[in-house]
């Protein structure tokens, strides 16, 4: 299929680019009586509530940790803790801040502006501790609403295409997003911050999954439609991001877990299926752009299709190779999680993001080590992680890095040659300056040492996916985002990440022609306070 010169998502891309200009002219006033609640609620006596806060605790599961009024099996016990330790280490709340007007509520996945668009649920075909239905994960009480008691398995494999990996699993999660949670402070851009947090969310969840015995599947080609009526969303405000099957890894027993060696890692499914091409855009105003785009990438049932040739994971070429540049090895060992990768478990739950570095520079080792874990999961098999997690289309996503304060690597632009390992130097300057303006004046980009952005060619998505592509591409940036944050925390390093910049600036620092789409940057360095709400 030939690349489009002119779709929704290339004009939607277009439209939503921060320039000065366009800023200067257009600043922004929150309507703060308008600020959208960060979570459902659901009225009382609507469903029932399945408490997994007491279920936490690490090691065997014990009798007397069961909630009040409940009394379960060994089986159901460690059922549910594994289940709520899944859902805690992905999306739970690590610390209330108690405002005035209302606690807020920060969680182990980070959100632009702490407006946490996504929202979280659990669809059961049975298990024990753990029956039939639909919920909503609670995240200020890390509890589960079970607001439809009766099996839905069947309406979520039809609206899958029957996708093979749901006739091998019990559980699947399911994300959706809120529009208007970003929306009320980012407007028509927001569909872009709603898909990078839903990545950071599927960062969390894979890794979670590792935790507890099992294999999160990702699946975004899927219908709509049948999505939001078998959820009860509404698709004029929400709609799903994307469907995770969770494998079990472990067999049902009494005992706590299985040995990490004896997991088995089964072939991924087709994660991406593609949408239409939207060449016939009317004319929008602000305001109509986010649904717009949501709307079109839609995929109908009628051509819901799941290919029947085996699912390819040989890793795409590196796309630049620039003759006579610095070449710079970034083979190194990799991170060193512990023994039951406790120190994973720590760096999720301590994880904020850094509003402050101090400037300095760090160690080359350091990055090093932060682009091993996020982009070499094969490295880490022998501690027990899987070393070939789901992506959409992960070969779409390029990666490039500003190094302006790394012990031992020359200032400059390079390009991450992810399967030659090396960072290639196309740009030979400090860009402190620069890297500072197209964050949008922010200090993050002027004290970072060094800076990751993620690009990608957005006609070359969209030829292969649809309008869809957009949605995988912010999906995939983000959850490569959140493996450079926990790396970076675990390495005693400051991360954060920002989705607010001046695309065509991001384009001149990096060299790279107009066509390749900026989408996201992680900032690195020395932080110098604690993290702030902004989450």
Known sequence: ?????????????????????????????????????????YPAGVGTVLALRTHLQQGEPKPESQPPGETLSQLELWYRRRLSQLLYFSYGVTLVIPYADQPFYMR?????????????????????????????????????????????????????????????????LVVSAV?????????DRAYRRIC????????????????????AYLLGGFCDQTLEELLFLDPQEEGALVVIPLLDLWQATSTAAAPQESLQW???????????IVTQVPELQPGDWLPFLHRVSRIESGSLARPSAP??????????????????????????????LQELVRSIL???????????????????????????????????????????DRSLVETFVVANGVEGLEPGCYYYAVQAQELRQIRFKNFRHEVFQLCLGQDLGRDAAAVVFHTADLAKAVARYGERAYRYLHLDAGHLGQRLNLAAIALGLGVSGIAGFFDDQVNEVLGIPDSEAALYITTLGIPRQASTPDD
């Open 1 to 41: 299929m030939s690349e489009p010169s002119c779709c929704a998502s290339l004009l939607y891309h277009e439209f939503t680019k921060y320039s000065p200009e366009g800023l200067a002219r257009n600043p922004r006033q929150l309507d703060w009586s308008r600020q959208p609640q960060p979570y459902k609620d």
């Open 108 to 172: 182990t996945a980070p959100s632009a502006g702490g407006l946490y668009p996504a929202e979280l649920y659990l669809i059961s075909q049975g298990l024990p501790g753990i029956p039939e239905g639909l919920y909503n994960y609670q995240v200020r009480s890390h509890s589960l609403v079970r607001f439809w008691d009766e099996s839905r398995w069947q309406r979520l494999q039809a609206g899958c295409a029957e996708a093979m990996i749901l006739q091998q699993c019990s559980l699947a």
């Open 179 to 187: 529009f208007f949670r970003s929306a009320w402070r980012y407007e």
């Open 196 to 215: 990078l947090d839903s990545g950071h969310l599927l960062g969390n969840i894979e890794l979670a999954a590792n935790l507890t015995g099992y294999r």
């Open 266 to 276: 089964p072939a991924p499914e087709c994660t991406a299926l593609s949408s239409p």
């Open 311 to 340: 699912v390819t994971t040989s890793p795409a070429p590196d796309k630049y190779n620039f003759p006579f540049c610095l070449r710079v090895s970034t083979a190194t060992a990799p991170i060193d999680w512990g023994e039951h």
């Open 350 to 392: 301590k994880r904020r993001s850094t509003r402050h570095f101090t400037g300095e520079d760090i160690p080359l080792h350091l990055l090093l080590a932060i682009l091993d874990f996020s982009y070499h999961p094969e490295h880490y098999t022998a501690q027990g992680l899987d070393g070939s997690p789901d992506y959409f």
